[in-house]
């Protein structure tokens, strides 16, 4: 399967923070921009059942092979932001089930 990355998208993990009043939050930090990915809307709204893990999605993205890409990453892709839900890796690629967030 040739796969076409035409999508410049950022990557952020999330990274714990400490309030001034002691509490734990997350916030999400870039830890790659400028990867190249191809995101696809899915028909609908999809919710698969892989490896006994639900996973809400609507949308998918395909990646490079060796993209540091995980379960609970944020992809960034202009003004849209999805979260990462499941990570499927291929020989030759990845491919991430997405939930778009809407604010």
């Not at 993205?61 to 892709?77: A, H, K, P, W």
């Amino acid at each position: 399967m040739r796969i076409f990355l035409r999508d410049s998208v950022t990557i952020q993990r999330a990274t714990p923070a400490t309030s001034a009043a002691g509490d734990v939050t997350e916030t999400f930090a870039s830890s790659s921009t400028g990867v190249l990915c191809d995101i696809q809307p899915l028909s609908g709204y999809y919710r698969s059942q892989e490896e006994g893990k639900a996973s809400p999605s609507t949308h998918r993205g395909f990646f490079g092979s060796g993209t540091d890409v995980r379960d609970g990453d944020r992809i960034v892709n202009g003004s849209k932001t999805y979260l990462v839900t499941f990570v499927s890796n291929f020989r030759h690629h990845l491919e991430a089930n997405l939930a778009e967030i809407v604010p």
